[in-house]
């Protein structure tokens, strides 16, 4: 069984290059460490994918199927020190996880 990690960032954010490679590691960190499936996809290489979405309310609800479906997911705030306000929602980090899992749920999302 393959197993992966995706993440998912908002676009409407409009975020720096160094700024969103910053929220999409917190994601990656903080969802693997929730993840029963962590150590097979550890040996599988720790194949991620970061996806797109349009809006917070996108992001939200992406999260909410995840946690509906059993999968490890977390949301990411960001400290707001630097180019957004405090507890901007940035990203989630949906895995590590069964493929066929997480593609029920992000299927028909844009890489970024």
Excluded: F
């Amino acid at each position: 069984m393959e197993i992966k990690q995706v993440i998912v960032v908002r676009k409407d954010l409009k975020l720096s290059k160094g700024k969103l490679a910053s929220q999409v590691a917190h994601a990656a960190i903080s969802a693997a460490e929730k993840s029963k499936w962590k150590d097979e996809w550890l040996k599988q290489g720790q194949k991620k994918v970061v996806l797109k979405c349009n809006s917070k309310e996108e992001l939200l609800e992406l999260y909410e199927k995840a946690k509906e479906m059993n999968l490890p997911s977390e949301l990411i705030y960001d400290a707001g020190k630097t180019q957004l306000e405090p507890g901007t929602l940035t990203c989630v980090g949906i895995g590590p996880a069964p493929s066929e899992e997480i593609d029920k749920l992000t299927r028909n999302l844009k890489l970024l």
